[in-house]
């Protein structure tokens, strides 16, 4: 069993940077990132390996939005930058707890956390 706690979202405006994180408790092998907005399926933002810190990112973020881990305190973070209300979302933290599951299709997390909130005005 994977519990994980998100903080850290808000409102910020564009251009601004902000830093999310996810406090796990329990085994888990990675933690990602998703985040999703109302009509839309939820979208991998980014993943990251406990062991080694491998790291996986969408393309599409990528130059802005950096995913990081502090093992001893058990929490993943995302790094934000130069935010735009595109990115305005429900940040999900995920965990995956099986080696050869594929990183970014959410069917591989069978544990997910509450979310937080971004809002980022123009």
């Known amino acids: 069993q994977v519990q994980l706690v998100e903080s850290g979202g808000g409102l910020v405006q564009a251009g601004d940077s902000l830093r999310l994180a996810c406090a796990a408790s329990?085994?888990?092998?990675?933690l990602a990132w998703f985040r999703q907005t109302p009509g839309k399926e939820r979208e991998f933002v980014a993943d990251?390996?406990?062991?080694?810190?491998?790291?996986y990112g969408a393309d599409s973020l990528k130059g802005r939005f950096t995913i990081s881990s502090d093992n001893a305190k058990n929490t993943v973070y995302l790094q934000m930058n130069s935010l735009r209300p595109e990115d305005t979302a429900i940040y999900y933290c995920?965990?995956?707890?099986?080696?050869?599951?594929?990183?970014?299709?959410?069917?591989?997390?069978?544990?997910w956390g509450q979310g937080t909130q971004l809002t980022v005005s123009s």
């Open positions: 329990g085994r888990a092998y990675a």
């Open positions: 990251i390996t406990w062991s080694d810190g491998r790291s």
């Open positions: 995920a965990a995956r707890v099986r080696s050869w599951t594929t990183p970014g299709f959410a069917a591989a997390y069978p544990y």
